[in-house]
Nanobody, 126 residues
Framework: QVQLVESGGGLVQTGGSLRLSCAAS????????MGWFRQAPGKEREFVEA????????YYADSVKGRFTISKDNAKNTVYLQMNSLKPEDTAVYYC???????????????????WGQGTQVTVSS
């Protein structure tokens, strides 16, 4: 089992910034990647960014290109999402996700991940 604890959400004005954190604990010895997804009211959960634990290769959605940056601290088993130039359409619950080595599914899909955090609300006011 892997437990994920997110933090850093909140309310921010358009153009502002927030930094999300997600700490993983438990059986994390086979980490392939960690990622961030988001879900707005009435919409499906969508991919935001992901990062490979070994090597640091990143994947991102076009909607956040140039504005959001994912990073990691292997020693702390923590992944971060720096969100800049926030827009009202970024408003959603943001979920951290964990992917083990045994998964061969695409990094941008929800079924490519084995464990999920509880989510943290990000609200961008206009």
């Amino acid at each position: 089992q892997v437990q994920l604890v997110e933090s850093g959400g909140g309310l921010v004005q358009t153009g502002g910034s927030l930094r999300l954190s997600c700490a993983a604990s438990g059986r994390t010895f086979s980490t392939d990647a960690m990622g961030w997804f988001r879900q707005a009211p009435g919409k499906e959960r969508e991919f935001v960014e992901a990062i490979r634990w070994s090597g640091g290769t990143t994947y991102y959605a076009d909607s956040v290109k140039g504005r959001f940056t994912i990073s990691k601290d292997n020693a702390k088993n923590t992944v971060y999402l720096q969100m800049n130039s926030l827009k009202p359409e970024d408003t959603a619950v943001y979920y951290c996700a964990y992917r083990s080595m045994r998964s061969s599914r695409p990094y941008s899909t929800t079924y490519g991940y084995d464990y999920w955090g509880q989510g943290t609300q990000v609200t961008v006011s206009s």
